[in-house]
């Protein structure tokens, strides 16, 4: 009775070997035809920057993962704006966030405002002055030349014309080219003419120019303390409660330019650089009037019809737009009078992003703040603004760039390792085992494939990265994948030292090596998921890559490796032990006496049969 029971478990070698085939294949074509045909890379193997923002606040609590979470959540939104594909952000550990971001167009404005917490007020200007060293300037005239002595700069004036459905303020890019003619003038004992730069009723500046005098050269003067170019450039009045800190900010020096509005209501100070001119200026700030939480949408856009170049539109909710009209008014109240008392700034983090004229109300809820904007910065801003402002502070405690050059090396590394523990082990299986070795290498060649396509397939449709660990997990599991065929290739040996015929020893053989290999695939499963949830960051890929190849050694040992072994075992080749095929009684140490015993029932019955 035993004989038929058998024969229906000898089909299922041929159906299981057919299924991870046909799956096999299937991998591969849903992978060509989806038109991914390579793994992501990560950034250590791909280039890119990788950033830790460490959260900071004052209060302890508001560092929770909710807030974390929000964080996170509201930075993946700003990359993806700037078309970068394919960031990653994510937590690490309660306070830390990790930021990845690939290589490629627009990386670079990304990573420089990943970690911005978008604290956006809109401050009265009450004084400006150029802050830091001078630029070089010439120290000798020569004679009958003509020389001016102020540079010429227009400003363009904020204006809600009742034609426009939305008013507008734009920045002026002359500012800190006007406030450094006059500290240049004032330095300039052989200058005697004085220019002005007051504004006009439409909002520009004239240009002044004197003649320098003719004969020797007369030597400049050059403000060389912060305190002597603040006296020479400033305009405005500083308030009492700001003057002594004022004077000593020098924006040029990067330690100081930080954040001072601990206190919206409070007066403040602030610094911004000036592109055009090449020079860091510094404002004496009156509270705040207008906060950037009452801006509803900004989006950057090209001024086609004023020629100002790149701006950003902003839109304020109810409340927004009832102070920014009510700050406006009283602003354009003061009138054109030379200084900047007619000035708001807008101010992002402590930095004085731009700092229009303004020469009327700006009613109805919209206003475009434009002047000396690339594209990016327009971009940025508008980015930072339209997705809301961080609910924590965040310090960059470690920003890592990789070139592409170095990432393709580190691949490279990868890969030469992975095919010299693949050799090795290719190599091992044919010494050792010979024909049996061929099996092994056949399934190590299966579970290649359904990796890789499985690798690449995950990455196309949940993003997940082919890492530097993640190749060393991968290099990990072509031990576990060869440990589990000498389990079974072993056992089928010890059945074949005790005197069983090769079919009923890949038999008997089965259920031993099956519950070695599960318990081995299960540890090292479990190994590979409490590491994945415990880790972060790129020890995640090495685990992730680990689990998963760890469930596909299970895959293939069941449905290719034993099929495969029990369609073998039929051929004369490994069924009669041939000395190449790995199963040679006599260089396995068969024992003759038990063979021979289990020979005799079979020889007697032969010899009644001739009787």
């Not at 919209?366 to 508008?382: M, P, R, W, Y």
């Not at 070695?516 to 890559?545: E, H, N, P, R, W």
Request: hydrophobic share 45%; with cysteine.
């Amino acid at each position: 009775m035993a004989t038929p029971k058998s024969r229906p478990r000898d089909g299922y070698p041929a159906r299981a070997l057919a299924f991870i085939l046909v799956v096999t294949v299937g991998l591969v074509a849903l992978m060509f035809g989806t038109g991914h045909r390579t793994p992501r890379l990560g950034i250590d193997l791909a280039g890119g920057t990788s950033i830790t923002l460490t959260a900071t606040s004052k209060d302890k609590a508001a560092i929770n993962p909710a807030n974390m979470d929000t964080a996170v959540s509201i930075i993946q939104k700003r990359v993806n704006a700037f078309g970068v594909s394919e960031a990653e952000v994510q937590t690490q550990g309660s306070d830390n966030i990790i930021v990845n971001i690939p290589k490629g167009t627009n990386s670079q404005q990304a990573a420089e405002q990943v970690g911005t917490t978008a604290k956006l007020f809109f401050r009265p200007v009450l004084a400006t002055a150029m802050s830091g060293p001078l630029p070089a300037q010439p120290s000798a005239k020569p004679s009958g030349s003509a020389a001016p002595s102020g540079s010429a700069s227009p400003s363009a004036a904020a204006s809600a014309g009742s034609s426009s459905p939305s008013a507008s303020a734009s920045a002026s890019p002359s500012k800190a080219g006007r406030a450094l003619s006059e500290g240049l003038k004032a330095a300039d004992p052989s200058s005697s003419a004085s220019a002005s730069a007051s504004p006009s009723a439409s909002g520009s500046a004239a240009p002044s120019g004197s003649a320098a005098p003719t004969g020797s050269a007369a030597p400049t003067a050059v403000p060389t303390s912060n305190a002597d170019i603040t006296a020479l450039t400033t305009q405005g009045t500083v308030p009492q409660d700001l003057q002594a800190q004022f004077a000593g900010l020098d924006c040029s020096v990067p330690a100081q330019r930080i954040d001072y509005q601990t206190d919206p209501a409070k007066n403040s100070v602030a610094c911004s650089y000036n592109k055009e001119q090449n020079v860091w200026m510094k404002f004496a700030l009156g509270p705040v009037a207008v906060n950037g939480s009452d801006v509803s949408k900004a989006q950057a856009g090209y001024d086609t019809q004023r020629a100002q170049g790149w701006e950003v539109q902003l839109a304020f909710n109810d409340a927004g737009s009832k102070a920014f009209a009510d700050t406006t008014g009283k602003l354009a109240a003061l009138g054109a009078s030379g200084g900047p008392g007619n000035q708001f700034a807008i101010v992002l983090d402590g930095k004085v992003v731009s700092h229009p004229y303004v020469s009327q109300a700006i009613t109805g809820g919209n206003a475009v703040i434009s002047g000396s904007f690339s594209q990016d910065d327009a971009t940025g801003l508008s980015n930072v603004l339209s997705f809301g402002a961080l609910p924590l502070s965040f310090d960059k405690s470690d920003v890592t760039t990789v070139t592409a050059a170095l990432g393709s090396d580190q691949l490279h590394a990868g890969l030469i390792a992975g095919a010299i523990g693949m050799a090795l082990v290719i190599l091992y299986s044919l010494i050792y085992y010979r024909g049996l070795g061929l099996v092994s290498i056949a399934g190590l060649v299966v579970s290649a494939v359904l990796t890789y396509s499985i690798m690449t397939l995950l990455g196309a449709s949940i993003g997940f990265a082919l890492n530097l660990p993640a190749i060393c997990g991968a290099i990990v599991a072509i031990g576990i994948t060869a440990d589990s065929f000498i389990v079974y290739f072993e056992r089928i040996r010890d059945e074949v030292r005790e005197g069983s015929p090769l079919r009923a020893a890949v038999q008997r053989a089965w259920p031993r090596a099956r519950r070695t290999i599960l318990v081995s695939d299960f540890v090292s499963f479990l190994c590979a998921a409490v590491l994945y949830f415990v880790s972060v960051g790129k020890v995640q890929g090495f685990a992730f890559t680990l689990g998963l190849t760890t469930l596909l050694d299970v895959v293939v040992i069941f449905l290719f490796t034993k099929p495969l072994i029990t369609l073998l075992a039929r051929r004369r080749f490994f069924a009669e032990g041939h000395p190449w095929s790995g199963l040679d009684p006599k260089r396995l140490g068969a024992r003759a006496p038990l063979r021979s015993s289990r020979r005799r029932p079979a020889a007697t019955s032969a010899a009644v049969k001739e009787a």
